[in-house]
């Protein structure tokens, strides 16, 4: 069982930051890939970023490279994901993810076996 807790959303202007924070215990074994989604009422769950077992390497989606850092420090060290220049209709739950099936970066959902409570980002025009 791996338990993930996540932290960090609130409420920012468009064009504001806010860091994101993924907290990971249990047996994740030798390390897990994290990745971080984010979804909004009748819309399916998006991908946002992906970071490796041992934070050395990252995968973003289109709409946010330039913009968002995910990292983490090693394995079995907290995920992070930075955001930088938020957009309003980048409001949304945004919820953390771990895959104990690999250890490299993905985008598919079906990938990640354990997720986060979510954390509402809001960002306001």
């Known amino acids: 069982q791996v338990r993930l807790e996540e932290s960090g959303g609130g409420l920012v202007q468009a064009g504001g930051s806010l860091r994101l924070s993924c907290a990971v215990s249990g047996r994740t074994g030798a390390g897990v890939a994290m990745g971080w989604f984010r979804q909004t009422p009748g819309k399916e769950r998006e991908f946002v970023a992906s970071?490796?077992?041992?934070?050395?390497?990252?995968y973003y989606s289109d709409s946010v490279k330039g913009r968002f850092t995910a990292s983490r420090d090693g394995a079995k060290k907290p995920a992070y994901l930075q955001m930088n220049s938020l957009r309003p209709e980048e409001t949304a739950v945004y919820y953390c993810?771990?895959?104990?099936?690999?250890?490299?970066?993905?985008?598919?959902?079906?990938?990640?076996?354990?997720w986060g409570q979510g954390t509402q980002v809001t960002v306001s025009s």
């Open positions: 970071v490796s077992w041992d934070g050395g390497d990252t």
């Open positions: 993810a771990a895959s104990t099936r690999r250890v490299g970066v993905t985008s598919l959902r079906s990938e990640y076996d354990y």
